[in-house]
């Protein structure tokens, strides 16, 4: 049975769940950021973690491996990819239940706002969050 999702103050207490098999300490350019985070690697979450954290970001790059660990969909599922012309990111985004795909390179103002959201974080850098584009759609 799947765990329901955490309550607000628990929320905030609860880390963003950054899953990458990457060995760069940023793979998506998320840093600086005042959002508590947790990064690990495909093979070191745990059921439990992924279920509980307010929001999870999965590094394309790690795909393969987190595929296999057979999770079950959930909100909240963010797809990072690394090549911005890879046209089988959409099928592949879809089979996860993810809510959005985001490339590098774009602007990840979306990102930061969803970020706070998920995480009762009242701390932003509002300015540099709103002055970007729009958020993308969602898939």
């Known amino acids: 049975m799947p765990h329901s999702a955490p309550a607000p103050q628990e929320r905030a207490r609860t880390p963003v769940l950054v899953i990458s098999d990457h060995p760069d300490d940023d793979p998506i350019r998320l840093l600086p950021c005042p959002v508590p985070l947790r990064r690990l690697p495909s093979p070191l979450f745990s059921a439990e973690e992924y279920q509980l954290a307010p929001l999870v970001i999965l590094d394309d790059r790690s795909y393969p491996a987190f595929t296999l660990r057979h999770m079950p969909h959930r909100p909240g599922l963010i797809l990072t990819l690394a090549d911005p012309g890879d046209d089988t990111v959409h099928p592949r985004a879809a089979a996860i239940g993810a809510e959005a795909v985001l490339r590098t390179g774009q602007d990840l103002s979306w990102l ?26 969602r898939t």
């Open 112 to 137: 930061h706002l969803r970020l706070h959201e998920a995480t009762d974080c009242h701390y932003a850098h509002w300015e540099e969050l709103l002055t970007g584009p729009p958020p993308p759609p």
